[in-house]
């Protein structure tokens, strides 16, 4: 060990257990039409490390600073990278907040669309408008997380290059500018409105891969019917698998034609609510005169012929915080990083009415109904 032999790439993929192709793709930054899995990247860039390897690929990576500074002139580029999918006034919205703080200093947002079918589909997205944005010399990122815990070496590597500010969901294990809801209060309170309308069996919707988001306001429904004193029914927390969304009919009848049925629902998001209140019509329940329900969001969804009540969040005010926290950072890289975060508000309207005097819930009807993919269980 007492010579100074140079390290070589095949020495990395030894001790990564990975060809020296792959070693390869994952220091140059290329595809090299080689698929490499998250792990795998991590792997060989700790082997690297380890060995002290000089890629000629790789340079110290610095905060890159912008052409033009904070309000010179310019024509900078900053990525917003957002799912259509959730459309409507999220979409519209944090577009107009992000644009509003960045043209004041003659910066303008691109929308990078990350929607896909799948979840896993999405996080795949996710990264290629990552990768995009640094080719294309972006000055700096807008994220709406879609990866869980994927893609979290690739933001935190390009977080050392160009400014990364996270909205509506944390990136685990990355120190980003964050800017969000309060989900577990915003949670609190959906619960809590429904308590108050006198229903004691609430159901939530949620996702089984849930982000930190999804967490919290599974958390904050939990806690409000432990203080209600109502006990956490485990059977009354749905859980929406990664099929966009499509809901397992035959799954949700079971739950609400069970003796202890839901008199409510809690959605994490209000995507869910056509689906839920079609399937529920199929089974022969109405809203909200048999089921109430609540959404999280306050986003007007396609299909929804009633007025949904919802916990709104300030997405335009998100998006604008956003922007500033992004020239924060254009003019101080190395300043102390921020969360800034919005009170939900509630929004009520004809899916959860006042208590009416008692007049017998009608009865679920157990139809026959074809097979459905699942996307849809309880614990």
Not at 89 to 116: K, R
Not at 288 to 294: L, T
Request: net charge neutral; hydrophobic share 40%.
């Amino acid at each position: 060990m007492g010579s100074h032999k140079a390290v070589t790439l095949r020495d990395v993929a030894e001790l990564a257990h990975v060809s020296q192709s792959v070693v390869s793709t994952v220091l140059s930054g290329r595809r090299n039409g080689i698929f490499v899995s998250e792990q795998t990247r991590e792997n060989v860039l700790a082997a690297a490390e380890r060995l002290g390897y000089e890629s000629k690929y790789r340079t110290t990576p610095t905060v890159r600073r912008p052409t033009a500074r904070v309000g010179e002139r310019g024509s900078n580029l900053i990525g917003l990278l957002l799912g259509r999918r959730f459309g409507g006034s999220l979409f519209t919205d944090i577009f107009y907040g992000v644009n509003a703080a960045l043209s004041a200093h003659d910066y303008h947002p691109v929308v990078l669309d990350t929607s896909a079918e799948t979840y896993k589909e999405a996080a795949d997205k996710e990264a290629e408008c990552l990768e995009y944005g640094r080719r294309s010399g972006f000055w700096g990122i807008v994220l709406w997380h879609e990866g869980g815990s994927a893609n979290v070496s690739l933001i935190r590597d390009l977080q050392r290059e160009i400014p990364i500010v996270a909205i509506d969901r944390r990136v685990a294990g990355v120190n980003l500018d964050y800017v969000g809801t309060d989900n577990f209060q915003g949670a609190y309170e959906a619960t809590r409105h429904l308590i108050d309308r006198g229903h004691r069996r609430i159901a939530h919707l949620t996702r089984i891969d849930s982000t930190d988001s999804g967490v919290e306001r599974l958390r904050g429904y939990q806690q409000a019917l432990t203080d209600a004193g109502i006990d956490v029914n485990p059977r009354h927390i749905l859980l929406a698998l990664d099929t966009g969304r499509r809901l397992d009919s035959r799954a949700l009848r079971d739950v609400f034609l069970a003796p202890d049925a839901p008199t409510a629902v809690f959605l994490l998001a209000d995507y869910w609510a056509p689906a839920l209140l079609a399937d529920l019509a199929r089974i022969g329940l109405k809203v909200p005169s048999d089921v109430a329900v609540v959404g999280f969001d306050d986003v007007v969804q396609p299909g929804l012929d009633v007025e949904l009540t919802s916990m709104a969040q300030d997405f335009e005010g998100i998006g604008k915080t956003a922007g500033e926290l992004i020239m924060r950072r254009l003019a101080d890289p190395g300043a102390p990083t921020l969360a800034r975060v919005f009170p939900a508000q509630l929004r009520i309207r004809k899916t959860s009415p006042p208590p009416a005097a008692p007049s017998g819930r009608r009865s679920a009807q157990p139809i026959e109904e074809p097979d459905t993919e699942s996307a849809l269980a309880y614990s």
